[in-house]
């Protein structure tokens, strides 16, 4: 019997290589056609053939790997595309999306690369590569209070040109210098003005788009439904987002940032304790991070480290008052206190050193690369002092997983969970990032250090959201699932898509099966299909 199991399993295996083998090399004949399609779909005014990238091409693997954040998916074994394409002009992207869509390949769309699991960029099926970074324009206009900005441009390049027309206005956004406009914006985005001004979709006005016809369409032409979906929704399941039109915000000639460290021998957990109880409540313009990690002492021992990183909208002295009222155990001090310009506390955030010109968040490369992982979770009511401190011991135990806790409240509090797709609004009290960053290579250690994270996403089960467990969309995480490019069940695509959505999901659904009833835009995780809407494709 067990040898009959193993014939079956052998045979079964050798089955699933051949159609793998089978399907690349079909692939392959059909490269050149695809080619061909996307060649005839060229304008002669804004000729496509110098942003096409095929592995024949010496410099494939150069653009290829220019924006892959995550080492981990830039494996010689990672799937690669079998063609690139840096589009140049909008017409280009209409030319993906009309050859994509003819030749039932699937298309992944990249703007910064900062993507967790690789999705934009890494399929088992065979996909080309639809990059967005050339497409990086940023017009801003201050006497409106507005800039269109196109989805190839990084938070960085966005953060400069705004500073170069004004010292009292933003946009409330990442605090990561490097990730693309296209990803952060459609898929919500945050940062540490979000307590006052809401995520980044919250201040989109306008938007271009090319949709699964291949038709360009503002928000007029595209109508409030598939508006409302890009806005949080990940824009990479409806549409190509070519450019979003965004709110500026009003921010102080002078804003107040500090870090402080405490440790376990510093009263670390009174202190925590004390920030769950008043950083959701504290006004709008304090944003206080707090970051977990596991260090050890000047004994030479294990302990947990509090780091408290904060962006106040104002001074010192009025950060202290307002500190030593509501935040007392902190011990927050005058020297503790950085007084700076809102786009110099963008490098602070950042760890760049403050006496370093704004210039530098032109640079499209992140300081560092790393392995990683990166899990989610929301907290709607404080963790009492006891479990505190088994979560210390937990993180002890496991080392390598910090943890950041970004506080709610405010803004974010106000505005209605349907307003856009995201919808974890009030009731939250903060969103947990889970990291474990390495930097060694291969599956072994990928494996070690994806089950560190795991397990204390799985420790701190208790004291979540329950009902579903609510997870951030752009904390890309594979482990929640796959809709396997819209051939897995319904239901269970739903089961995820409701962590994400809540609510918000079944508009979503409705709104996709409307806009893309073929599913030109799939990838894993992508909103599916209504039921009787999949088109399934033998060759997919």
Known sequence: MGKLKAVVVVTMISTVLLSILWRATLHLEDNESFVRCLLDHSHPSHPISSAIYTPKSSSFSSVLESYIRNLRFNESSTPKPFLILTALHESHIQAAVTCGKSHGVQMKIRSGGHDYEGLSYVSTLPFFLLDMFNLRSIDVDIETETAWVQTGATLGEVFYRIAEKSKTHGFPAGVCPTVGVGGHISGAGYGNMMRKYGVSADNVLDALIIDANGRLLDRQSMGEDLFWAIRGGGGASFAVVLAYKIKLVRVPETVTVFQVDRTLEEDATDIVDQWQHVAYNLPQELFIRLMLDVVVNSSGEKTLRASFVSLFLGDSESLLSIMKERFPKLGLSKSDCIETSWVKSVLFWS??????????????????????????????????????????KKMMELEKPRMYFNPYGGKMAEIAAEEIPFPHRAGNLWKIQYLANWNEAGIEAANRYIDLTRRLHEFMTPFVSKNPRQAFLNYRDADLGSSSHGKASYSEARLNGMKWFMGNFDRLVQIKTEVDPTNVFSYEQSIPLLPHQVHLDDDM
Not at 351 to 356: A, D, S, V
């Open 351 to 392: 760890n760049i050193p403050l006496e370093t010109d704004i210039q530098v968040l032109l640079d499209r490369t992140p300081q560092t690369l790393d392995y990683l992982k990166r899990k989610s979770d929301y907290v709607r009511e404080p963790i009492p002092k006891a479990g505190l401190e088994t979560l210390w």
